[in-house]
């Protein structure tokens, strides 16, 4: 417990990394620590009896991963994948994910001090999922708790799937 303290005050103090992506008009940022990679769209292979929002698995260098579409998760309408399209492999409560974005940017340092609580009605996602929002100079990036985006029980049907 010692050390999630000493996490949290040396990011308060010193801002976090983030990477970026977009659905839709927004900007979204998730902590670096909880990505492992960005691969380009791939054939995913559908699984039955899941969530809307989880369409399917792939093959990601010999480890089955979960894929799910963030889109159909926030209610945004759905969107033709094309050229920008990405797969963000994250992880969170021990299970390895892949999102489905229209576009992944770049990694972005977020100074500290520049994150505030999500207001209400921010955009086409639900606040719970927000972990808060970072005033930059020219543009705002909502960030992502992924621990809310998946919860416990989304977590376990998708393990179910493996």
Not at 23 to 33: A, F, P, S, T
Not at 71 to 80: A, H, I, L, T
Request: glycine share 8%; proline share 4%.
């Amino acid at each position: 417990m010692g050390r999630d303290f000493a996490l949290e005050t040396r990011v308060a103090e010193t801002g976090r990394k983030v990477i970026v992506f977009r659905l839709g008009e927004e900007d979204y940022g998730v902590d670096v620590q909880q990505v492992d990679s960005i691969e380009r769209m791939q054939p995913i292979t559908r699984v039955a009896n899941v969530p809307d929002f989880v369409q399917g698995v792939i093959n990601l260098r010999g480890v089955v991963t979960p894929v799910i579409d963030l889109r159909s998760k926030f209610g945004m309408p759905q969107k033709e994948h094309d050229e920008s399209t990405r797969i963000v492999i994250v992880h969170t409560e021990n299970v390895q994910v892949g999102l489905i974005v229209d576009s992944a940017h770049d990694v972005m340092h977020i100074p500290a001090g520049v994150v505030e609580e999500p207001p209400s009605g921010l955009g086409e996602v639900d606040a719970r999922y927000l972990e808060g929002v970072a005033k930059l100079e020219d543009r705002l990036l909502v960030l992502l708790n992924l621990d809310r985006v998946l919860s416990r029980e989304d977590v376990r049907e998708i393990q179910k799937e493996d």
